[in-house]
């Protein structure tokens, strides 16, 4: 039933070009202006710094999505059950010839086992797991797509097509140009544009440019219309410094998606680079690179006059400020903000760059006399964390800061999974140049109706829940544990209309690390032998006595089914306790470890970050019992905290509250402790303990922006109601 289109083709290979009613800016004369080259064209991309695409199915008018779900039987949210193995392609039926068909006559194809296996396509992570609902892990994902080949669900050249698409993400080249041979020699004739886009990809990604670019050609010969081909063969063509042709593959991509962003980013440097820095493309002759297996780094050997960049990156070091070029991008976004009314005042010079549907959890090691402090405050309200040359963060997707390389914290920050040093020069500056044509293409100074936010007095704010009150009236005034506050100037009427909206209800992932008591994670989980079992971390619970003024709290029915797995914890997992990118292989340490010390404290709560991650609340509560029981007293703050994190999950915000209050009794200089319960404060309503206690967090750290813009906006929500 999943072989048939549900819907027209998005771009039918016989498509013709609509004609807009009003001209687009690419296509007037005189476009681009010498001005506009000089704001926005800094370089001539590297070989390897031009975006990766995906050419969906979904764009034949299939639908995909079922396959991986309710065409397995699962329900929505349902995990898939264990265990999970990832969708290996080498050994399925029926093997696939080598013939020009599927690209065996190229080298890269023909020598794919020498691929390297660790260069993950960021890009796509959030790609492939659209083909899912709510968070889940790549290895469950991985598993939904292998039972959809085993069980032979839906058109098997899709499936295969997923497979590649996994892989990419994972980095695994070999596995993803083997499954995309299958899927090219299974796809009917008028769809074999979709895998071999893919496959031309991973080629890119390896840096067989030359291959990649006779794949993308194949491509288009199925279909010549559709824009993400043209794109990606722009860009091959241009990495090889072919500028001029690379300008009607841009071209054609924006005659039939008009709004193809990359695609008038992409034509307009090229355009820039002929027009105005008079660079012939003969001088740019071919570039050949290839990625080194071994070190995840590129080699690129250029032949011909290497180009002079008008406005090169500035590469950071440790204590360089930051680059001229990306401070000069943050003005123009602050610029733009400014006229729609986003920002306003002092507010606008210490704002943090937010980029909408786009979360950015992130880790920050701070180094106090000679001890590691992480902190891991994950928000889906702070996407863009533009860190100081000294410090280091480590973002979701890999990347870190360039304070990650200094010679005390560079090993501590190492991980497999981590360690792409290689993207970190350009990854910050790309994002920040898409971000300006996203907000230039939305922002018309002339409409105003785009800009007039209006505060309401009464959002993002949740009455009280109806819970006992009981529950908190036996509680000290959490209050005096408060030092010092930090004031700012209160927002004048005029400067909340402008103010966005913040859901506090919303939940709020958050972390205490027992690295923060001075404990090694990774010694209690580093084991001689090798690590082949695979094994849960389960908690067994029954031996803890009842915990008076804690089980209290916690009671939840053991049919209680909304807990959702927390993504953003899943790398701070791997990062503590293994050089690996599986959670299954994590758990095993976990559960070894618990094996071997019976009476740690530490283990169950590594066990309940276990389970956060997966989503399973009822494990993750039996853990953090268990490690609140055997915690010295002066610890017991992390379990409690943990307890909090579950309990505010299922919006149980009364019973949230009291288990953070009872942390902060404990250890009142936790600036997360204090940040979460201006969150909780908020969400019950209380503005005044919840300005006392965002005020308090920015004591501990003024510049964190979080704090700031939560304290505002419930300012804001103060005066409103005055």
């Not at 498509?15 to 202006?33: D, H, L, S, V």
């Not at 001890?371 to 928000?379: A, D, G, N, Q, S």
């Not at 090993?411 to 910050?428: F, I, N, P």
């Not at 001075?518 to 001689?528: H, S």
Request: hydrophobic residues 35%; proline residues 6%.
């Amino acid at each position: 039933m999943y072989d048939e289109p549900v819907s027209d083709p998005l771009f039918p290979k016989n498509k013709k070009a609509e004609k807009p009613e009003k001209t687009p800016t690419f296509r007037k004369k005189g476009w681009p202006t010498k001005e506009e080259c000089d704001n926005h064209v800094k370089k001539l991309p590297a070989w390897n710094e031009y975006p990766t695409n995906w050419l969906p199915a979904e764009n034949k008018g299939l639908d995909v999505k079922p396959l991986l779900n309710e065409a397995q039987g699962l329900k929505q949210y349902e995990e898939h059950p264990l265990p999970w193995y990832p969708p290996m392609c080498n050994n399925l039926e029926p093997r696939i010839p080598e013939s020009e068909a599927v690209f065996s006559h190229l080298d890269s194809v023909r020598r794919r086992h020498e691929g390297p296996i660790k260069v993950p396509d960021f890009r796509m992570k959030k790609i492939l797991m659209q083909y899912v609902d709510g968070d889940m892990t790549e290895e469950e994902l991985g598993q939904r797509i292998l039972s959809a080949m085993q069980k032979d669900i839906g058109p098997k050249w899709i499936i295969l097509n997923l497979a590649v698409l996994y892989w990419r993400v994972l980095g695994h080249i070999p596995n993803a140009i083997e499954c995309a041979r299958r899927s090219i020699f299974l796809a009917p004739p008028q769809y074999a544009d979709v895998p071999m886009l893919n496959l031309a990809n991973v080629l890119y990604v390896w840096g067989k440019v030359n291959d990649a670019e006779l794949v993308g050609k194949a491509a288009y010969q199925v279909n010549s219309v559709e824009p993400n081909t043209n794109f990606f063969l722009g860009s091959m063509l241009a990495s090889r410094g072919n500028l001029s042709r690379a300008q009607y593959h841009y071209d054609r991509a924006l005659k039939f998606q008009p709004d193809h962003l990359h695609s008038m980013r992409y034509l307009r440097l090229a355009k820039c680079y002929i027009k105005y820095y008079k660079r012939d493309p003969a001088e740019l002759t071919s570039v050949q690179c290839e990625v080194n297996p071994s070190k995840t780094m590129s080699t690129c050997i250029k032949r011909g006059t290497p180009l002079n960049n008008p406005s090169p990156v500035i590469i950071v070091n440790d204590n360089e400020p930051i680059p001229s070029d990306i401070a000069k991008l943050l003005e123009q976004i602050k610029d733009t903000y400014r006229q729609r009314g986003i920002c306003a005042g002092e507010e606008c010079e210490h704002m943090v760059l937010k980029m909408a549907n786009h979360e950015l959890a992130h880790i920050r090691l701070d180094l106090i006399d000679g001890v590691f402090y992480p902190k891991f405050i994950l928000t889906s309200r702070v996407e863009e964390v533009i860190a100081k040359p000294n410090e280091c963060v480590i973002y979701s997707n890999g990347r870190k800061s360039p304070g990650c390389k200094g010679k005390q914290i560079k090993g501590y920050a190492k991980s497999d999974y981590l360690s792409h040093w290689w993207r970190d020069q350009t990854v910050l500056e790309q994002q920040l140049l898409e971000f300006v044509e996203v907000l230039e293409q939305q922002f018309d100074p002339a409409d105003e109706s785009k800009h007039d936010l209006k505060f309401d007095a009464t959002s993002g704010l949740h009455q009280a829940s109806k819970t006992s009150f009981s529950i908190l009236a036996s509680l000290k005034d959490p209050k005096r544990h408060i030092t010092k506050r930090h004031k700012i100037k209160e927002p004048t009427l005029a400067e909340c209309q402008s103010i966005a909206s913040i859901d506090f209800a919303a939940y709020l992932t958050s972390w205490l690390s027992p690295q923060t008591k001075g404990i090694n994670l990774r010694r209690l989980f580093t084991f001689e032998h090798d690590i082949s079992q695979k094994l849960e971390p389960i908690c067994d619970d029954k031996s803890v006595p009842k915990l008076k003024g804690i089980d209290e709290l916690i009671e939840v029915d053991a049919k209680q089914d909304n807990f959702f797995a927390e993504q953003q914890l899943r790398q701070v997992l791997l990062n503590l306790t293994c050089d690996c990118d599986s959670t299954q292989e994590s758990g095993t340490r976990i559960a070894l470890g618990m094996r071997k010390n019976q009476t740690s404290w530490v283990h169950p709560h590594m066990a309940a970050l276990f389970w956060r991650a997966k989503g399973n609340g009822q494990q993750a509560l039996r853990c953090l019992r268990a490690a609140y029981h055997r915690s010295p007293a002066e610890v017991k703050d992390i379990a409690l905290a943990g307890l909090g994190s579950i309990m505010w999950q299922i919006l149980k915000l009364d019973e949230a509250l009291a288990l953070f209050i009872k942390a902060l009794d404990i250890a009142p200089e936790t600036i997360l402790l204090h940040f979460t319960l201006g969150n909780l404060y908020a969400a019950r309503n209380d503005i005044e303990n919840a300005i006392a206690f965002f005020e308090s967090t920015l004591a501990m750290q003024p510049e964190f922006a979080p704090g700031l813009e939560r304290l505002r906006f419930v300012l804001c929500r103060s005066l409103a109601e005055q």
